[in-house]
């Protein structure tokens, strides 16, 4: 996701949140006609992505957003917690759909579960983590949109296959 415009963290998390929303209503949508051409070859390919994208938006806030939280705000440990948890789930989900390789009924099943995951835990992070963050006078949001930016740049251009 190349942006060019500065963005604090929970500006660019967020930006995160919703793109990977809108591939999940691409899968819904291709699920829906599965005869459909290439519906099998789109969904595949959607589900790597959607894995792939999650996969990134979770280690950048697992080694960068969340400790930061921690750091800067004692109070927010127990939200923490309960969100690196919901990472761990939507992380097995990931590993189910990962193993499954091409898109089939149950491919469908496990991104429409992962779906509902992620919109719960987006919904936490939006409603919860993120006004506490906004409101931490010891947490330079700017500086942890740029950490985010560069770490999210580095494993993206990790992730592209070596040929
Ligand atoms: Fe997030
Ligand atoms: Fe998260």
Redesign the pocket.
């Known amino acids: 996701m190349a942006d060019y415009l500065a963005k604090n963290a929970c500006q660019l998390?967020d930006a995160?949140?919703i793109a990977v929303k809108h591939l999940f209503v691409e899968y819904a949508r291709l699920a829906a006609s599965p005869d459909a051409p290439n519906s099998q070859a789109k969904r595949t390919a959607l589900a790597a992505r959607i894995c792939d994208e999650l996969t990134v938006?979770a280690q950048i806030?697992e080694e960068i957003f969340y400790p930061a939280l921690r750091r800067a705000l004692p109070d927010a440990a127990g939200l923490v917690d309960e969100a690196t948890a919901e990472h761990q789930e939507a992380k097995q989900l990931i590993a189910d759909i990962r193993a499954l390789g091409a898109a089939n009924a149950a491919m469908d099943t496990l991104v429409a579960e992962l779906n509902v995951a992620i919109e719960h835990?987006?919904k936490e992070?939006r409603d919860e983590l993120f006004p506490k963050a906004k409101a931490a006078p010891a947490l330079d949001l700017n500086v942890l949109g740029e950490q985010l930016r560069e770490r999210q740049q580095a494993l993206q251009a990790e992730a592209v296959p070596a040929a």
């Open positions: 998390l995160d949140h938006h806030e835990h987006v992070e």
